[in-house]
C-alpha cells in the first residue's frame, strides 16, 4: 500500500511558477514509478509526467516539455512537480500517482495508488 499527499497548488498569473509535492507513505517511492496527472471537470485523468523506478528514465506529456519537470527526493519520499511559465490552459486539478508497473505508463489504469489532488489555477 502507498498513501499519497499532494500538496503546492494554488493561484498564479500566467508566465509565473509552481511547484507541487507528492509525499508517500507506507512504501519509499524508490521502489515504485511515479506520475502526475490532471483533469478537468468532466474530463479524462490526462498524463503529464512520469519518473520511472531508479529514475532511469522521464517522460513528459508534449504539452508541458520544456516547462515542467519531476524529479525525486528519496530521503523526503515525495516527488515534485516544477511547473514554470504556467497557462491558462494548465488550470485543473493535479494527482500524483504510484505505479508498480515498470516502463513508460502513460495511462491512468496503469498506476494503483492516488493521492487527493490539488488544484492548480492560472489567470491570463
Known amino acids: 500500500q502507498v498513501q499519497l499527499v499532494e500538496s503546492g497548488g494554488g493561484l498564479v498569473q500566467a508566465g509565473g511558477s509552481l511547484r507541487l509535492s507528492c509525499a508517500a507513505s507506507?512504501?519509499?517511492?524508490?521502489?515504485?514509478?511515479m506520475g502526475w496527472f490532471r483533469q478537468a471537470p468532466g474530463q479524462d485523468r490526462e498524463f503529464v509526467a512520469q519518473?520511472?523506478?531508479?529514475?532511469?528514465?522521464?517522460y513528459y506529456a508534449d504539452s508541458v516539455k520544456g516547462r515542467f519537470t519531476i524529479s525525486r527526493d528519496n530521503a523526503k519520499n515525495t516527488v515534485y512537480l516544477q511547473m514554470n511559465s504556467l497557462k491558462p490552459e494548465d488550470t485543473d486539478v493535479y494527482y500524483c500517482?504510484?505505479?508498480?508497473?515498470?516502463?513508460?505508463?502513460?495511462?491512468?489504469?496503469?498506476?494503483?495508488?492516488w493521492g487527493q489532488g490539488t488544484q492548480v489555477t492560472v489567470s491570463s
Open positions: 507506507g512504501r519509499t517511492v524508490s521502489s515504485v514509478g
Open positions: 500517482a504510484a505505479t508498480q508497473n515498470f516502463g513508460r505508463r502513460r495511462n491512468s489504469y496503469e498506476y494503483s495508488y
Open positions: 519518473i520511472t523506478l531508479s529514475n532511469i528514465f522521464i
